[in-house]
C-alpha cells in the first residue's frame, strides 16, 4: 500500500518536492547542499555490513569523487553523517523520509541545508558558459531597510549609456546567480545581456552571501520590492546606464515581486519568468497536485493532501488553534501509519516520534513571516495597475508555477489595467528553471543540462532591444 506517501509531504515553493516512501537507506543518492545561498550538486551513497553504516559523497562541481564520510548513522528515521575537510569538519543531521532525505549541516560556524533524493548523481559539469566575454564587471553594494546589499554589475565595454535590468530571484535565500544544483541561472542571463549591449545588476538575497540583515524567512515579499527599488536607484546612478531605460526581470517569486516595483518607482519594462497570478495559497495547492500527479500518487492521496493544506491554511493566517491543528495533523499521520505496509512500518522504528516530526515539519514551514504573507497575496492587484510593456514567460512543463494556472489571469489583468503591450511565450518543453525536461517534476533539475532551452535567452535580448528601440 501507498496511502501514506503524500500524507505531510512537504513541498517547497518553486524548488522542492519531498515525498514519502519507506525502504532501505542502503541506496545512491543525489541533490545539494544549500549554505549561503549557493547550491552544490552532491551524490551519497549507503551501505550497510551488519551493524555498520558507511557512505561516501561525490561533490563533482569541486572535482571530489569518493569522499569517506565519518560517524555516519541511520535510526529512522534520523540520519547523521560528518565530512572532514581542511576548513573544518561538516557535520550533517538529517530526517529519512523514504524517497527523501533532507536536514542541516554545520561547518566551521556556518549552517545550511541539504537535501537529497533516490538516484545517481549525474557527475561533470554540463554548465553552458558564455564563450567570449565583451564586458565589464563592477562588484556594488546598496542598502534598504537596515539591510546590506552585494551585488554585481555586467555591462557593455565602450562608451555610451546601456539600457539596464535588475534581476529578481524566485522564492528562498538565493545568491545573486540565483544557482539551483549548479544551474547559475542569473549568471548566464546576466553575461548574455552584457554581450548584447544591456547592462546588469543582480544581487545576493538578504542574509545572504556578501548581503548582511534580516533573512528571507523574516522578510516578506513587500520587503523584496523595497529592495528592488534601492537596486533601480544605484543603477541611476552609473555613467553607462540609461536611468530612463531601467527594466526588471523576475523569476518565480521574482515575478510577483516586479509588478509592485512599477508601482513604486519609475522603470520601463519587466519581463516575468513564470511568474503568478494568483493567491499563493492556490499556487502552492496547484503544484501539489502536479508534483505528487507526476510521482504516481493516487486521487485519494492528492485529495488527502489538499484537505491538508487547506487545514493548516485557515488555522495559521486567519490566526485559529494551533494545538488543535498539531492534534489534527497528528491524527492524520497516524491513520496514514496504520494503513501502511508491514514493509513500510518496519522502517519507522519509532512510530511516535515520526507522528509528531511529521506534524511538527508541516506546521513550521508555513509558520514563517515570509509563508504567511505570500499565501494571501494576490499579485493580480499590482498587475491591475502595470502599465509598462512586458514580458510573460512560462514553461509548458512547469509544474511549480503551472502556464494553464496563471497565464490568463496574467493578462487578465494587464488588460484591467488598460495595457495591450505585453507579449507572452511559452516554451512547450521547459521547466521552472526553463530547462529542456522530462516530467518537469523538481526532482529532475540536478540530473538536467545546466542550460536554458533553444532561444530562451536570444527571446529575452530581442524583446529588450524593442523597447530601446
Do not use: C
Not at 519531498?18 to 543518492?29: E, R
Not at 494587464?414 to 516530467?439: C, M, V
Amino acid at each position: 500500500m501507498r496511502s501514506a506517501k503524500f500524507t505531510l509531504a512537504v513541498i517547497l515553493l518553486f524548488f522542492t518536492s519531498i515525498s514519502y516512501t519507506q525502504s532501505a537507506i542502503d541506496t545512491s543518492w543525489n541533490g545539494a547542499i544549500d549554505i549561503m545561498g549557493t547550491k552544490i550538486g552532491i551524490g551519497v551513497k549507503f551501505t550497510t555490513t551488519g551493524k555498520t553504516v558507511n557512505a561516501v559523497m561525490d561533490i563533482p562541481e569541486q572535482g571530489a569523487m569518493g569522499l569517506e564520510l565519518e560517524k555516519v548513522s541511520f535510526s529512522n528515521p534520523k540520519v547523521h553523517f560528518e565530512l572532514a575537510a581542511s576548513n573544518g569538519t561538516a557535520v550533517f543531521e538529517g530526517l529519512y523520509y523514504g524517497d527523501s532525505i533532507g536536514g542541516t549541516f554545520v561547518q566551521s560556524g556556518i549552517n545550511g541545508r541539504f537535501s537529497l533524493v533516490r538516484g545517481e548523481l549525474v557527475s561533470g559539469s554540463t554548465e553552458i558558459d558564455t564563450v567570449e566575454k565583451t564586458f565589464n564587471t563592477e562588484d556594488v553594494t546598496f542598502f534598504n531597510d537596515g539591510n546590506t546589499f552585494a551585488g554585481t554589475i555586467t555591462y557593455p565595454k565602450g562608451e555610451g549609456k546601456y539600457p539596464a535590468v535588475v534581476l529578481i530571484t524566485g522564492s528562498g535565500a538565493q545568491n545573486r546567480d540565483e544557482e539551483i544544483y549548479g544551474f547559475k541561472i542569473f549568471k548566464i542571463i546576466a553575461e548574455h545581456l552584457a554581450n548584447n549591449d544591456i547592462a546588469v545588476l543582480r544581487y545576493d538575497d538578504r542574509g545572504v552571501g556578501g548581503s548582511k540583515g534580516k533573512s528571507v524567512n523574516e522578510s516578506t515579499t513587500m520587503d523584496f520590492a523595497g529592495d528592488v527599488v534601492s537596486a533601480v536607484e544605484l543603477l541611476k546612478t552609473k555613467e553607462y546606464v540609461n536611468p530612463m531605460a531601467i527594466g526588471l526581470l523576475g523569476h518565480s517569486e521574482g515575478g510577483i515581486v516586479a509588478p509592485i516595483v512599477a508601482g513604486k518607482t519609475n522603470i520601463a519594462y519587466m519581463i516575468l519568468m513564470a511568474g503568478t497570478g494568483v493567491k499563493g495559497i492556490d499556487i502552492i495547492k496547484e503544484q501539489s497536485k502536479l508534483i505528487m500527479k507526476s510521482e504516481n500518487a493516487t486521487d485519494d492521496e492528492i485529495s488527502g493532501y489538499i484537505v491538508m493544506l487547506n487545514l493548516i491554511y485557515e488555522t495559521l493566517v486567519k490566526d485559529g488553534n494551533i494545538k488543535e491543528l498539531e492534534e489534527q495533523l497528528e491524527k492524520n499521520v497516524s491513520d496514514s501509519y496504520d494503513k501502511m505496509s508491514q514493509e513500510e512500518k518496519a522502517a519507522i522504528k519509532n512510530k511516535d516520534e515520526y507522528i509528531k516530526q511529521t506534524a511538527k515539519d508541516a506546521i513550521k514551514q508555513f509558520s514563517s513571516k515570509w509563508m504567511n504573507y505570500f499565501l494571501s497575496y494576490d499579485p493580480s492587484y499590482a498587475l491591475e495597475k502595470t502599465t509598462v510593456p512586458v514580458l510573460m514567460l512560462f514553461g509548458g512543463k512547469d509544474l511549480q508555477v503551472p502556464v494553464g494556472q496563471n497565464q490568463k489571469p496574467m493578462e487578465d489583468a494587464l488588460k484591467k489595467a488598460g495595457n495591450s503591450n505585453y507579449t507572452t511565450r511559452i516554451y512547450p518543453d521547459a521547466n521552472h528553471l526553463f530547462q529542456e525536461a522530462g516530467t518537469g517534476s523538481p526532482n529532475e533539475y540536478p540530473q538536467l543540462p545546466k542550460q536554458f532551452v533553444p532561444g530562451f535567452l536570444d527571446d529575452i535580448t530581442e524583446w529588450i532591444k524593442l523597447q530601446n528601440q
